[in-house]
């Protein structure tokens, strides 16, 4: 159980697709201990993904319930394994920001709506449809397995990337 440093853009591993996992064992529960730690350390983080510590594994946790825009419309921690999205509705914008990308924010547009399907670290497959603020998230976090930033989603690089004033 540790915090491990987030690589951060342009670090050629953030762009890179993840590898499947196919043992669940010590390894993969400690990799998903040291995400977790990883996340509750970051400043407002409210996810991690394997490859924002150096892993090219399909892994990502979030929690969203500590979150002023997620505490009421969550499913708590989620340790998911090999997530896909089966499905996905609705489109809003939204400013996102990542702990690979300090020095800035930025106005995404996402599905508003999706059922996500993965394994859990124990190997049960779960299955569940997010809305709202934790749907964007479980997205965000997909993305850094698909080697995606938000950076490559922003609605417009001339009116929707903004400088952070603050990191916490």
Same mark, same amino acid.
């Given at each position: &159980?540790?915090?491990? /440093?987030?690589?951060?853009?342009?670090?050629?591993?953030?762009?890179?697709?993840?590898?499947? *996992?196919?043992?669940?064992?010590?390894?993969?529960?400690?990799?998903?201990?040291?995400?977790?730690?990883? &996340?509750?350390?970051? /400043?407002?983080?409210?996810?991690?993904?394997?490859?924002?510590?150096?892993?090219?594994?399909? *892994?990502?946790?979030?929690?969203?319930?500590?979150?002023?825009?997620g505490k009421d419309n969550n499913h708590g921690l989620l340790l998911m394994v090999n997530p896909e999205i089966v499905a996905r509705s609705g489109a809003a914008v939204m400013r996102e920001g990542c702990m690979s990308v300090p020095d800035y924010t930025g106005d995404v547009e996402r599905a508003t709506e999706v059922t996500v399907r993965f394994t859990e670290p124990d190997g049960n497959v779960r299955e569940f449809t997010a809305t709202g603020f934790e749907a964007v998230a479980?997205?965000?976090?997909?993305?850094?397995?698909?080697?995606?930033?938000?950076?490559?989603?922003?609605?417009?690089?001339?009116?929707?990337?903004f400088r952070r004033k603050s990191y916490k």
């Open positions: &159980m540790a915090v491990q /440093p987030i690589l951060i853009y342009p670090n050629p591993i953030l762009k890179m697709q993840a590898w499947t *996992v196919e043992h669940f064992d010590d390894e993969l529960r400690q990799l998903i201990e040291d995400l977790v730690d990883t &996340m509750r350390a970051g /400043p407002g983080s409210v996810g991690v993904a394997a490859p924002q510590i150096g892993v090219s594994s399909r *892994v990502c946790v979030i929690d969203v319930s500590n979150n002023r825009h479980i997205q965000h976090e997909m993305d850094h397995l698909d080697g995606f930033l938000f950076l490559d989603r922003i609605t417009s690089l001339k009116t929707g990337l």
